[in-house]
T-cell receptor, first 114, second 112 residues
């Protein structure tokens, strides 16, 4: 089982460029999440999808868009990258049941915006 | 907004010493989870606490959930170099559906 797979692992962008971070899970989980991790800030939720067909904003959604393509895939798009979006991005998934919302994380995407 | 505060931010210990990290919320939590992230890695689930006053142990790790379900702690007895990493708590608030709110993490360095 691959678990949660993120692509790419590393990316360097210039300010104003766009890109999409891909995430796929093979655990048949209903819920998926995008976080960013910055030094001293912990993990901050950008967007989440409680189930296929739904998406909701998290704590820091500005500058991002998401698409829940199907149950397996949840992508994060930066339309016009800014240096403040330099960060490590993690995708995670969990079962729908509230008591079992253990999050399984991908390996992360390290993004630098110059 | 709903926040989960975690202290300390950093901790350096000599190998063999004990280590504790604390998590606090101003609002009652439905449950709390703990994750460990090794340097360069991704967060990995350790444990979930649900009941008021709950205490769980995993070998040298002891997890506690406060009576009021507003705070939690992780204690490591006799640290080893393999304990190096960042430890995060993640609290789920009532009505928070599928979201959890992560603490800022405690980075543990173990000096051999």
């Amino acid at each position: 089982n691959a678990g949660v797979t993120q692509t790419p692992k590393f990316q360097v962008l210039k300010t104003g460029q766009s890109m999409t971070l891909q995430c796929a899970q093979d655990m048949n989980h209903n819920s998926m999440y995008w976080y960013r991790q910055d030094p001293g800030m912990g993990l901050r939720l950008i967007y989440y999808s409680a189930s296929e067909g739904t998406t909701d904003k998290g704590e820091v959604p500005n500058g991002y868009n998401v698409s829940r393509l199907n149950k397996r895939e949840f992508s994060l798009r930066l339309e016009s990258a800014a240096p403040s979006q330099t960060s490590v991005y993690f995708c995670a998934s969990s079962e729908l049941s509230g008591a079992k919302n253990i999050q399984y994380f991908g390996a992360g995407t390290r993004l630098s915006v110059l | 907004g709903q926040q989960v505060m975690q202290i300390p931010q950093y901790q350096h210990v000599q190998e063999g010493e004990d280590f504790t990290t604390y998590c606090n919320s101003s609002t009652t939590l439905s449950n709390i989870q703990w994750y460990k992230q090794r340097p360069g890695g991704h967060p990995v689930f350790l444990i979930q606490l649900v009941k008021s006053g709950e205490v769980k142990k995993q070998k040298r790790l002891t997890f506690q959930f406060g009576e009021a379900k507003k705070n939690s702690s992780l204690h490591i007895t006799a640290t080893q170099t393999t304990d190096v990493g960042t430890y995060f708590c993640a609290g789920r608030f009532s009505g928070g559906y599928q979201k959890v709110t992560f603490g800022t993490g405690t980075k543990l360095q173990v000096i051999p």
